[in-house]
């Protein structure tokens, strides 16, 4: 008899202990995950924008190795072209970088503490660590836009824009996270003047 009751005694705890997990899960869940894409999307965009930073100051690539004029007799701007070759070579060198970046980077900064999930703000950013782990990052792509904004009187300021998108997928307690980081950083920029032209080459296409 002792030995009956014992077997459901550990079949009612376990039955318990499986409702608890769930409703914890539940509830606890969605506030994981948002903190968690939160503080990935805020670390990795960092990371991101530090790093391309530090590969055009390396590069040391100006405007004009990006962007070439036509002037018509008075030397009116008529048009202008991109340099689809350097370009290309420049949005895979910055791609390579900010992928290697991103896996090398130490999960232990990702953690989410348990305090966060309290309503208690005293015990924010205290308590054991949930963990979040990178587990895999996607097919990382970088598109070229190009930025006109006026800038004064018969002035604008023309900026290469990079957009970066970094798919993740993110390990958090219940199962993996699909989300994705986002960057545009300026490579490149000088300010026209005089009427901006209404015929440029279009930057080059991109492929993932």
Not at 46 to 66: K, L, P, Q, W
Not at 153 to 161: A, D, L, R, W, Y
């Amino acid at each position: 008899l002792d030995d009956v009751q014992l077997l459901l005694s550990a079949a009612f705890g376990l039955v318990l202990a499986m409702l608890l997990i769930g409703f914890l899960d539940s509830k606890a869940r969605p506030v994981i995950a948002a903190m968690a894409e939160s503080r990935v999307k805020n670390i990795v965009t960092g990371m991101i924008e530090a790093e391309i930073s530090e590969t055009m100051a390396r590069e040391a690539v100006a405007y004009d190795d990006i962007i070439t004029f036509r002037t018509d007799s008075s030397g009116r701007i008529t048009a202008f072209t991109s340099n689809s070759a350097e370009m290309n070579r420049l949005r895979t060198e910055l791609l390579s970088a900010v992928i290697a970046q991103v896996d090398t980077l130490d999960t232990g900064n990702l953690g989410i503490p348990l305090g966060n999930l309290l309503p208690f703000s005293a015990l924010a950013e205290k308590g054991p660590l949930l963990p979040v782990r990178i587990r895999s990052v996607g097919s990382a792509d970088a598109v070229f836009e190009h930025v006109f904004t006026a800038d004064g009187i018969n002035q604008t300021h023309h900026q290469i824009m990079l957009n970066l998108s970094v798919p993740l997928t993110l390990l958090i307690p219940g199962g993996p996270l699909e989300t994705q980081v986002s960057a545009q950083v300026c490579v490149a920029e000088t300010v026209l003047v005089g009427e901006v032209p209404d015929t440029y080459l279009s930057l080059p296409k991109q492929s993932g």
